[in-house]
């Protein structure tokens, strides 16, 4: 037989790895920085035990008999919902935040899209200071406007109306809306819009064609974020709106705590309420969320 033929029929050797039992080779792929699961999982259950407690709380104050002690919301009563409801006008108040919510979603949407665009596709001269400005906008807290606000409010006679409200949100929201929206049009390959124009499409067919499409995350996040902070907030609705009939959420669970006593099962169903919304929206919405600030945070 040849040295060739030999080779050929010679069987393979066999590593020292072959004999090794599964928990050393796991051992063994195992990477030096991987951190073990318990130490992940225990801070992470620590820090949901610390956030659910709150909510207990205000859950078992809602759900519970006035005057009870009890550690567990039974019997169960949904008395202080009906009462915040219909007694302390919490549907209309909810009514309010609903159609202040949703305008204000579609206002800094809308505009925000066309600023982010501008911004993202085209080159102009105060382009960088206008991005400056945006950006010095966030560190001017809304409680130094409120005077002029009002003044311009009233001007156009617009005080204890429900369009002040939005309108002023909207102009918040704006800034930091449009350029998350910018960077997120960055990220769209300008040739794609390119070849909609060779096809025949003019520049505002193939955004809405091409591009618009693909800004859903981004959309999504910027709109949730606006309806958020919208319903949520307080100073607006508090300073522009006097009439009880106008007032939003916020507003109304304010009325809830008196000067020497605060009621605090309706106090805890409002805020149920307040909250409900905000957590259905989130859980729809979340990974959509998740996508459209990671992309809209980079340049791309």
């Not at 993202?120 to 606000?149: E, I, Y």
């Not at 100073?235 to 007032?247: H, I, R, S, V």
């Not at 106090?267 to 859980?283: D, K, M, N, S, W």
Request: proline share 6%; charged share 15%.
């Amino acid at each position: 037989m040849s040295v060739k033929e030999a080779t050929k029929v010679a069987p393979a050797p066999v590593s020292a790895a072959a004999f090794e039992s599964p928990g050393a080779k796991k051992k063994r792929n195992r990477s030096w920085d991987e951190v073990p699961r318990w130490q992940i999982y225990l801070p992470l259950s620590i820090y949901l035990v610390f956030t659910l407690i709150p909510f207990y709380w205000i859950l078992l104050f809602s759900l519970r008999p006035a005057g009870s002690t009890s550690l567990v919301p039974w019997p169960m009563t949904f008395d202080h919902f009906e009462k915040v409801w219909t007694e302390r006008s919490f549907g209309t108040y909810f009514q309010n935040s609903v159609l202040v919510g949703v305008v204000t979603l579609l206002m800094t949407t809308l505009v925000a899209l066309a600023g982010g665009y501008a911004l993202a596709r085209f080159n102009f001269k105060v382009k960088r200071a206008f991005m400056l400005a945006l950006l010095c906008s966030q560190f001017v807290p809304g409680a130094l406007l409120l005077v002029p606000l009002f003044e311009i409010f009233a001007e156009l006679q617009m005080i204890n109306s429900l369009g002040s409200v939005i309108i002023a949100e909207t102009v918040f929201q704006l800034p930091l809306s449009m350029i998350l929206i910018s960077n997120f049009i960055k990220n769209v390959p300008y040739s794609l819009e390119e070849a909609a124009w060779v096809d025949g499409c003019n520049r505002m067919t193939a955004f809405r064609i091409v591009v618009l499409p693909l800004l859903r995350p981004g959309l999504i996040a910027v709109g949730s974020f606006a309806f958020v902070h919208s319903w949520n907030h307080f100073l607006f609705a508090l300073m522009f709106l006097n009439n009880q009939e106008k007032q939003t959420i916020p507003v109304g669970l304010n009325t809830l705590m008196g000067a020497d006593s605060v009621d605090l099962g309706a106090l805890a169903a409002g805020g149920i309420i307040a909250a409900v919304p905000v957590v259905i929206v989130f859980a729809f919405i979340q990974k959509w969320l998740i996508t459209g600030f990671s992309a809209g945070a980079v340049k791309g």
